[in-house]
């Protein structure tokens, strides 16, 4: 096993470790994985995932309960999580892409989506493309002002981006509000013991942003976080009326938004989007429902990294 891993790698032209390590199963192996490799402060800070295929056909092997459970365990071990949605698409390393890569910043936990766009443009696979930079705004905000804090964040980080800002409402992003308003008071408190000084922090458009954003959300009900996603499938169908009406409504939110990305990404040779935070309860119809939301939230999309990061990223002018 291990000399099969050793020549895809070679196959790829990739540089890496093969490791084979023994378990009784593969959420097991996973989860020993991330939490024993590496050594003292050499460690990995990423965990690349495949998003499962056949989640839905796999019911008796609990897959979603394991996809769930190892994002858990990626953020215990403040990892950030890179998902690949229909790795099959990918392009080998002869095939090379001239198009665009589109990133949807909803959620503004760092900077890992510029991070991967930008590496992945000093590869001669994706080097022709250009990135595109698509934010969320609410209807009461300012969308104008918003653009422009956005293309000084990114000339600031020498990144070449198109920046466009998409109004939508509420109800089109529920699923990401509550997250949205925890990241800036978690990036905010970063930039606290970061103690940096006032001029520094004027260089940070994207802070500034998202005060003047997040000044203007109305309060999420904690009630609310019981269920994240929603739409129970046929396994568990006599478990549908634990699904409540607020859970209902981020599913629709979820094709709503879908529409939103596949309207204007549709010819994207790549999309990297944020990948929604998983549900705080432990159960298959928990799991089950977050699996279904992201199925329709990435619906219709040829290439999809799903990314979360760990809270640490943060891209600055002096990276």
């Given at each position: 096993m291990e000399s099969l891993l050793k020549a895809s790698l070679t196959q790829a032209k990739v540089q890496g470790f093969a490791e084979v390590l023994a378990a009784k199963d593969v959420e097991d192996g996973i989860s020993a994985l991330i939490q024993t490799e590496g050594l003292g402060g050499l460690k990995p800070n990423t965990i690349v995932i495949c998003w499962p295929v056949n989640w839905k056909k796999d019911y008796e092997a609990y897959t979603a309960d394991a996809f769930v459970r190892t994002i858990a365990i990626a953020e215990a071990r403040r990892c950030a999580v890179i998902v690949p949605k229909n790795i099959n698409n990918f392009p080998d390393s002869k095939e090379i892409q001239d198009g665009t890569i589109d990133i949807w910043w909803i959620i503004h936990d760092g900077g890992l989506l510029f991070l991967i766009a930008f590496l992945l443009k000093r590869n001669k696979v994706w080097s022709r493309c250009r990135i595109r930079l698509f934010t969320v705004a609410q209807l009461e905000d300012n969308?104008?002002?918003m653009k422009k804090d956005l293309e000084q964040y990114m000339y600031q980080l020498r990144i070449e981006a198109e920046?466009?800002?998409?109004e939508m409402d509420n109800q089109e992003i529920?699923?990401?509000?509550?997250?949205?308003?925890?990241?800036?008071a978690e990036r905010v408190q970063l930039l606290k013991d970061l103690k940096?000084?006032?001029?520094?922090?004027?260089?940070?458009?994207q802070i500034l942003m998202e005060s003047l954003l997040n000044n203007q959300r109305q309060s999420i009900d904690e009630s609310d976080d019981q269920y994240h996603y929603t739409f129970t499938p046929h396994q568990l169908e006599?478990?549908?009326?634990?699904?409540?009406?607020?859970?209902?409504?981020k599913m629709h939110s979820a094709v709503r938004l879908n529409q939103q990305i596949?309207?204007?990404s549709h010819d994207a040779k790549l999309v990297l989007i944020n990948l929604p935070s998983p549900p705080s309860k432990q159960t298959s119809l928990a799991a089950f429902s977050y699996m279904e939301y992201v199925d329709a939230l990435t619906e219709g999309l040829h290439r999809l990294l799903l990314m979360r990061g760990s809270g640490r990223e943060v891209i600055t002018i002096f990276s």
């Open positions: 969308s104008v002002e920046v466009n800002v998409v529920s699923a990401y509000a509550y997250e949205r308003t925890l990241k800036l940096l000084p006032d001029k520094e922090l004027q260089l940070q458009p006599n478990l549908k009326k634990s699904v409540g009406a607020s859970s209902m409504r596949r309207d204007r």
